[in-house]
């Protein structure tokens, strides 16, 4: 498991290793001295082709991908089971949406054939695909696979 996030500050942009023992201290940017933003952690957010990398191969949280698009009902759906897993698991896990038909570079590069599919990946590699609306305890399940 991870012992530590990396934060980026809001001031002068530099990246943070926070130990996760830390997280509830009110961390503090070493370069230029600001209070890093803790708000992000247990948030849902999306992402994009341009930052999939970065955000979800590049972190140094286990990250789970939430294909999805706006017309699907299943998707909708899903959004607030994400939300809470999201809040249980700050700090542990990283959760992000990627709306598939804006983004058809990182669809394909996937395979994503059906939606919702939620990739689970850690230390860049895809460990686990979980296609459809599952229950949230299949969810958590998974989840606790990764972390």
């Known amino acids: 498991?991870?012992?530590?996030?990396?934060?980026?500050?809001?001031?002068?942009?530099?990246?943070?290793r926070i130990p996760i023992s830390r997280i509830k201290d009110g961390a503090k940017c070493g370069k230029c001295g600001a209070v890093l933003p803790m708000e992000d952690l247990g948030k849902v957010f999306s992402i994009s082709d341009a930052t999939f990398e970065r955000e979800v191969m590049g972190s140094g949280l286990p990250v789970l991908v939430d294909c999805w698009a706006p017309w699907c009902g299943p998707?909708?759906?899903?959004?607030?089971v994400l939300d809470d897993l999201a809040r249980k698991y700050q700090a542990?896990?990283?959760?992000?949406k990627?709306?598939?038909?804006?983004?058809?570079?990182?669809?394909s590069r996937f395979s994503i054939s059906s939606i919702p599919t939620m990739l689970l990946v850690k230390n860049g590699q895809v460990r686990d695909t979980l296609v459809g609306a599952l229950p949230r305890e299949q969810m958590e399940?998974?989840?606790?696979?990764?972390i």
Do not use: H, W, Y
């Open 1 to 16: 498991m991870f012992d530590s996030v990396i934060l980026a500050c809001a001031s002068c942009k530099a990246k943070n």
């Open 75 to 80: 998707c909708r759906a899903m959004a607030p």
């Open 92 to 96: 542990q896990v990283k959760i992000v």
């Open 98 to 107: 990627l709306n598939v038909d804006e983004n058809p570079v990182t669809g």
């Open 141 to 146: 399940a998974a989840i606790e696979r990764i």
